[in-house]
Protein backbone atom coordinates (compact mmCIF):
# COMPACT_ATOMS: atom_id res chain seq x y z
CA UNK A 1 0.00 0.00 0.00
CA UNK A 2 0.78 3.86 -1.06
CA UNK A 3 3.00 6.24 1.36
CA UNK A 4 4.81 5.22 4.79
CA UNK A 5 3.56 7.27 7.55
CA UNK A 6 5.01 5.94 10.83
CA UNK A 7 8.15 8.28 11.03
CA UNK A 8 5.48 10.66 12.27
CA UNK A 9 2.68 8.81 13.07
CA UNK A 10 3.57 7.50 16.51
CA UNK A 11 0.77 4.73 17.85
CA UNK A 12 -1.57 5.90 15.48
CA UNK A 13 -3.30 3.98 12.61
CA UNK A 14 -3.12 5.76 9.45
CA UNK A 15 -4.98 5.28 5.87
CA UNK A 16 -5.00 7.03 3.03
CA UNK A 17 -7.41 10.15 3.52
CA UNK A 18 -9.18 9.44 0.36
CA UNK A 19 -10.81 7.15 1.80
CA UNK A 20 -11.54 8.64 4.81
CA UNK A 21 -13.15 11.88 3.73
CA UNK A 22 -15.40 11.94 6.03
CA UNK A 23 -12.80 12.57 8.75
CA UNK A 24 -11.84 15.81 7.03
CA UNK A 25 -13.61 19.59 7.35
CA UNK A 26 -15.73 20.39 4.00
CA UNK A 27 -13.14 22.68 1.95
CA UNK A 28 -10.13 20.11 3.32
CA UNK A 29 -11.81 17.12 1.65
CA UNK A 30 -12.25 19.40 -1.36
CA UNK A 31 -9.03 20.14 -1.69
CA UNK A 32 -7.67 16.54 -1.15
CA UNK A 33 -10.56 14.65 -3.39
CA UNK A 34 -8.86 17.62 -5.89
CA UNK A 35 -5.71 16.37 -5.48
CA UNK A 36 -6.34 12.78 -5.52
CA UNK A 37 -2.58 12.01 -4.18
CA UNK A 38 -2.61 8.44 -1.93
CA UNK A 39 0.53 10.05 -0.02
CA UNK A 40 -2.02 11.88 2.26
CA UNK A 41 -3.23 10.37 4.95
CA UNK A 42 -5.94 10.53 7.67
CA UNK A 43 -6.40 9.43 11.41
CA UNK A 44 -8.87 9.38 13.81
CA UNK A 45 -7.97 11.13 17.29
CA UNK A 46 -9.83 11.98 20.48
CA UNK A 47 -10.57 15.82 20.17
CA UNK A 48 -9.51 16.62 23.75
CA UNK A 49 -6.37 16.20 22.22
CA UNK A 50 -6.17 18.01 19.15
CA UNK A 51 -3.91 20.77 20.88
CA UNK A 52 -0.14 19.81 19.38
CA UNK A 53 1.81 19.49 22.64
CA UNK A 54 -1.33 17.17 23.72
CA UNK A 55 -1.45 14.96 20.75
CA UNK A 56 2.44 14.34 20.64
CA UNK A 57 2.62 12.94 23.99
CA UNK A 58 -0.66 10.68 23.91
CA UNK A 59 0.09 9.28 20.84
CA UNK A 60 3.95 8.98 20.46
CA UNK A 61 4.20 11.71 17.27
CA UNK A 62 7.83 13.49 17.62
CA UNK A 63 7.43 17.60 17.91
CA UNK A 64 9.50 17.93 15.25
CA UNK A 65 7.52 16.28 12.65
CA UNK A 66 4.26 18.70 13.62
CA UNK A 67 3.43 21.49 11.89
CA UNK A 68 0.83 23.88 13.01
CA UNK A 69 -1.28 26.08 11.06
CA UNK A 70 -2.01 29.45 12.13
CA UNK A 71 -4.10 32.46 10.49
CA UNK A 72 -2.32 35.79 10.98
CA UNK A 73 -4.57 39.19 10.03
CA UNK A 74 -2.94 43.12 9.13
CA UNK A 75 -4.67 46.09 7.88
CA UNK A 76 -3.24 48.01 5.19
CA UNK A 77 -5.50 51.24 4.16
CA UNK A 78 -8.23 50.04 6.12
CA UNK A 79 -8.21 46.48 3.69
CA UNK A 80 -7.28 43.42 6.09
CA UNK A 81 -4.91 41.16 4.58
CA UNK A 82 -4.84 37.02 5.65
CA UNK A 83 -2.60 34.70 5.43
CA UNK A 84 -1.94 30.90 6.72
CA UNK A 85 1.70 30.37 8.65
CA UNK A 86 3.32 27.01 8.47
CA UNK A 87 5.68 26.28 11.01
CA UNK A 88 7.05 23.30 13.01
CA UNK A 89 5.73 22.67 16.56
CA UNK A 90 8.83 23.10 17.87
CA UNK A 91 9.09 26.86 16.53
CA UNK A 92 7.06 29.82 16.50
CA UNK A 93 5.77 31.99 13.38
CA UNK A 94 7.99 35.75 13.33
CA UNK A 95 4.72 37.37 13.00
CA UNK A 96 5.84 40.87 13.37
CA UNK A 97 8.94 40.38 10.85
CA UNK A 98 8.70 37.91 8.27
CA UNK A 99 4.86 38.08 8.07
CA UNK A 100 4.52 41.51 8.69
CA UNK A 101 6.28 42.96 5.45
CA UNK A 102 5.35 39.70 3.53
CA UNK A 103 1.71 40.92 3.79
CA UNK A 104 2.53 44.61 3.79
CA UNK A 105 0.77 45.97 6.92
CA UNK A 106 1.88 48.13 9.74
CA UNK A 107 1.19 45.13 12.13
CA UNK A 108 -0.03 41.74 11.68
CA UNK A 109 -1.11 39.35 14.63
CA UNK A 110 -3.13 36.06 14.95
CA UNK A 111 -6.37 36.36 13.68
CA UNK A 112 -9.39 36.33 16.34
CA UNK A 113 -10.15 32.59 17.15
CA UNK A 114 -13.83 33.33 15.66
CA UNK A 115 -13.09 35.06 13.00
CA UNK A 116 -10.05 32.26 11.72
CA UNK A 117 -12.89 29.70 12.38
CA UNK A 118 -15.76 31.31 9.91
CA UNK A 119 -13.42 32.23 7.41
CA UNK A 120 -11.94 29.10 7.00
CA UNK A 121 -14.90 26.92 7.31
CA UNK A 122 -12.68 24.87 9.97
CA UNK A 123 -12.76 24.09 14.04
CA UNK A 124 -10.43 25.80 16.29
CA UNK A 125 -7.51 23.36 16.92
CA UNK A 126 -7.84 21.78 13.40
CA UNK A 127 -6.80 24.53 11.12
CA UNK A 128 -4.99 23.14 8.29
CA UNK A 129 -2.88 24.10 4.75
CA UNK A 130 -5.67 22.39 2.95
CA UNK A 131 -8.77 23.97 1.85
CA UNK A 132 -8.10 27.85 3.08
CA UNK A 133 -9.93 30.56 0.89
CA UNK A 134 -7.78 31.11 -2.20
CA UNK A 135 -6.81 34.44 -1.89
CA UNK A 136 -4.56 33.88 0.84
CA UNK A 137 -0.91 32.83 0.54
CA UNK A 138 -0.01 30.10 2.34
CA UNK A 139 3.67 30.89 4.32
CA UNK A 140 5.83 27.41 5.04
CA UNK A 141 8.60 27.66 6.56
CA UNK A 142 11.67 25.93 4.93
CA UNK A 143 12.16 23.25 8.20
CA UNK A 144 8.86 22.14 7.39
CA UNK A 145 9.41 20.95 3.87
CA UNK A 146 12.39 19.01 5.36
CA UNK A 147 10.86 17.69 7.81
CA UNK A 148 9.64 14.90 5.37
CA UNK A 149 5.63 13.70 6.36
CA UNK A 150 4.65 15.73 9.06
CA UNK A 151 1.45 16.00 10.66
CA UNK A 152 -1.09 18.84 10.36
CA UNK A 153 -5.05 19.40 11.18
CA UNK A 154 -7.76 17.85 9.41
CA UNK A 155 -10.18 21.18 9.63
CA UNK A 156 -11.84 19.13 12.77
CA UNK A 157 -10.26 18.64 16.37
CA UNK A 158 -10.98 15.05 16.07
CA UNK A 159 -8.78 13.97 13.20
CA UNK A 160 -5.49 14.62 11.65
CA UNK A 161 -3.77 14.79 8.37
CA UNK A 162 -0.10 13.28 7.81
CA UNK A 163 1.13 14.40 4.75
CA UNK A 164 4.15 14.14 2.55
CA UNK A 165 5.74 17.73 3.02
CA UNK A 166 6.31 18.28 -0.30
CA UNK A 167 2.58 18.47 -0.98
CA UNK A 168 2.18 21.39 1.09
CA UNK A 169 4.57 23.20 -0.68
CA UNK A 170 2.70 22.43 -3.67
CA UNK A 171 -0.43 23.65 -2.65
CA UNK A 172 -2.08 26.71 -4.85
CA UNK A 173 -0.91 30.41 -3.07
CA UNK A 174 2.25 28.33 -1.12
CA UNK A 175 4.97 30.23 -0.49
CA UNK A 176 8.45 28.67 1.40
CA UNK A 177 10.14 31.35 3.33
CA UNK A 178 13.74 30.48 5.11
CA UNK A 179 13.53 32.70 8.25
CA UNK A 180 9.40 32.49 9.05
CA UNK A 181 9.69 30.93 12.13
CA UNK A 182 12.10 30.96 14.84
Known sequence: MGFDWSA??????????????DLLAGPVAEVVRSLGDDRIGATEIDPELADTAAFCE????????????????????GEVRYAACVVLATTRADVNGVVKRRLD??????????????LTG?????????????????????????AGAVVVGSGLRRSKIITPADV??????AELLEDLAR
Open 168 to 173: LTELPG
Open 105 to 118: VRKASFAPMDEAVS
Open 58 to 77: KYGSPLERSANCVVVAGKRS
Open 8 to 21: SAGTLEVTTALERL
Open 122 to 146: MEFGGITPFGLPGSWPILIDARVAE
